[in-house]
């Protein structure tokens, strides 16, 4: 097989590729010897028919078809393999000669990974959160531990925020009872917003033991013109009584004998929170800045379909793993099709332009990977899966996937030179130094505790490129189900 490349407008490129007669031979005789399994003729057993016998039968012209069929796809493989080409989408292929006889070409037009000009990458500055944890954090934390073993004492005062109200409720929706909505002898935090009706808190702040409340309220349902109804008895107000937090109830109701002991884990904790949520928050905020540098309209449309169908393929393996239902899900977070589908699109889009931004901005800086660095993300597969090394980089090689394990490792060592570089800010606007942003001398310790004192969450950015490690995994994996 002969192949070549020439580049085209709009981000396409044209694979030309050769094959002389004996080569194409041998995928007809493939191609005859599948259709003698699969055409019965008197005389002949299945599979054992003769070539001759069956181009009498069926004909030359409808062999070499299921040839093609069969046959070109891999030709074009190697060819997009031998030369390197980033696809992108499916390719259109035109057979130019061999249609008949004789020797056969077929040209192959496919679009690639454009390659673009970002600017302003050396300029960044990203907003992280606090990272010093001040006395009143900690009270906070020992406040919602010392409510945890709160009780709960009856009050003959008008209800406030965090007391306990006993009370019945009805509500009805153009007459009829809303399911979930009517019960008697329920126990509610005022102030909680547990329902998700805030005229519900309102009413029940400063209500008192024997009031009876009716009020109107908005249905929860926008499409909803109707408002709700509601019809509530308060029987009892409750205080919620915290234990002090004496040295003698510490050490009853947790690993440390006294106050001082327990406020310095909650600061030693928080503040490793808080580092790693700064940590994160850094680059995410910068992946974020980052994608922006690249228009999008510089973004071409099969890398956002493709990576939105990435996504879909992920979330419904993480969703199986749980033994969820695609529906089920949606019923559970209210959410339709649509919606999910729009939300991964706009999140795909992102990802696209951070892509090739950070290609862009490794091109520029001559940011590349090095054979020894590419060898050690390959021992790091290779142990995860118990293969060899050798192993691993030839079936990535075999898949033709090395090329985008390095691209890969490439952009994650552009997001940390990138890291490196940033202007990093406070809530306050204050400077934070990198140094104030460097792990612990034992990371494993100050990440291995997933409790969150500061009540803090960190999001996951789906948009931040691909950890070198991981992408080379998916590849080996995808090798593996392709043998």
């Known amino acids: 097989?002969?192949?070549?490349?020439?580049?085209?407008?709009?981000?396409?490129?044209?694979?030309?590729?050769?094959?002389?007669?004996?080569?194409?031979e041998k995928d007809l005789d493939a191609a005859f010897a599948r259709l003698a399994r699969e055409v019965r003729l008197p005389g002949f057993r299945p599979g054992k028919a003769?070539?001759?016998?069956?181009?009498?039968?069926?004909?030359?012209?409808?062999?070499?078809?299921e040839a093609f069929r069969e046959a070109l796809p891999t030709y074009y493989s190697e060819a997009v393999k031998e030369h390197e080409v980033d696809v992108i989408a499916p390719p259109e292929i035109d057979i130019t000669a061999g249609e008949e006889e004789g020797a056969v070409a077929f040209d192959a037009v496919v679009e690639v990974r454009p390659s673009v000009e970002v600017s302003g990458y050396d300029s960044l500055t990203v907003e992280v959160p606090k990272l010093d944890v001040a006395d009143e954090d900690v009270d906070e934390a020992v406040d919602r531990m010392r409510k945890q073993?709160?009780?709960?004492?009856?009050?003959?005062?008008?209800?406030?925020d965090g007391d306990q109200v006993v009370i019945d409720i009805a509500a009805t929706h153009e007459g009829e009872p809303v399911p979930g909505m009517t019960t008697d002898g329920y126990n509610y935090e005022v102030g909680s917003g547990a329902t998700g009706i805030d005229e519900i808190d309102e009413q029940l702040t400063g209500a008192s033991a024997g009031d009876e409340l009716e009020f109107t309220a908005d249905h929860p349902d926008d499409d909803e013109d109707e408002p709700l109804h509601f019809s509530i008895t308060v029987s009892e107000v409750q205080e919620r009584v915290l234990p002090e937090p004496t040295d003698e109830w510490v050490s009853q109701n947790s690993e440390f004998d006294n106050i001082d002991e327990l406020r310095a884990d909650y600061h030693t904790r928080m503040t490793e929170t808080r580092l790693m949520q700064a940590r994160s928050a850094r680059q995410n905020k910068?992946?974020?800045?980052?994608?922006?540098?690249?228009?999008?309209?510089?973004?071409?449309?099969?890398?956002?379909?493709?990576?939105?169908?990435?996504?879909?393929?992920?979330?419904?393996?993480?969703?199986?793993?749980?033994?969820?239902?695609?529906?089920?899900?949606?019923?559970f977070t209210g959410q339709d099709p649509a919606t999910?589908?729009?939300?991964?699109?706009?999140?795909?889009?992102?990802?696209?332009?951070?892509?090739?931004?950070?290609?862009?901005?490794?091109?520029?800086?001559?940011?590349?990977?090095?054979?020894?660095?590419?060898?050690t993300e390959l021992e790091t597969v290779a142990e995860r899966f118990d293969r060899s090394v050798a192993d691993v980089r030839a079936e990535?090689?075999?898949?033709?996937?090395?090329?985008?394990?390095?691209?890969?490792?490439?952009?994650?060592?552009?997001?940390?030179?990138?890291?490196?570089?940033?202007?990093?800010?406070?809530?306050?606007?204050?400077?934070?130094?990198?140094?104030?942003?460097?792990?612990?001398?034992?990371?494993?310790?100050?990440?291995?505790?997933?409790?969150?004192?500061?009540?803090a969450e960190t999001e996951p950015n789906a948009e931040l490129?691909?950890?070198?490690?991981?992408?080379?995994?998916?590849?080996?994996?995808?090798?593996?189900?392709e043998e």
């Open 340 to 375: 999910v589908m729009d939300e991964m699109r706009t999140q795909a889009q992102v990802t696209a332009k951070l892509d090739l931004a950070l290609r862009a901005i490794a091109a520029q800086e001559s940011i590349t990977a090095t054979d020894d660095e590419l060898d």
């Open 465 to 481: 490129p691909t950890d070198a490690d991981e992408a080379a995994a998916d590849a080996v994996a995808d090798a593996s189900e």
């Open 50 to 65: 003769p070539r001759k016998v069956l181009e009498a039968r069926i004909g030359q012209e409808y062999a070499r078809g």
């Open 396 to 455: 990535l090689a075999e898949a033709g996937q090395l090329p985008a394990v390095r691209a890969d490792l490439i952009k994650t060592k552009t997001m940390d030179w990138l890291i490196e570089r940033a202007e990093v800010v406070d809530e306050d606007g204050q400077p934070v130094s990198a140094d104030a942003l460097e792990m612990p001398d034992d990371p494993d310790d100050a990440e291995a505790d997933g409790s969150d004192p500061d009540e």
């Open 149 to 160: 073993f709160s009780e709960l004492e009856t009050v003959e005062r008008p209800a406030a």
């Open 286 to 331: 910068l992946a974020e800045l980052v994608a922006e540098l690249v228009e999008d309209d510089d973004v071409p449309d099969a890398m956002v379909e493709n990576e939105t169908e990435n996504r879909l393929q992920d979330m419904a393996m993480r969703l199986q793993a749980q033994g969820i239902e695609f529906e089920q899900y949606l019923q």
């Open 1 to 24: 097989m002969k192949s070549t490349v020439e580049p085209l407008e709009g981000n396409k490129v044209k694979l030309v590729v050769e094959l002389d007669e004996e080569e194409f």
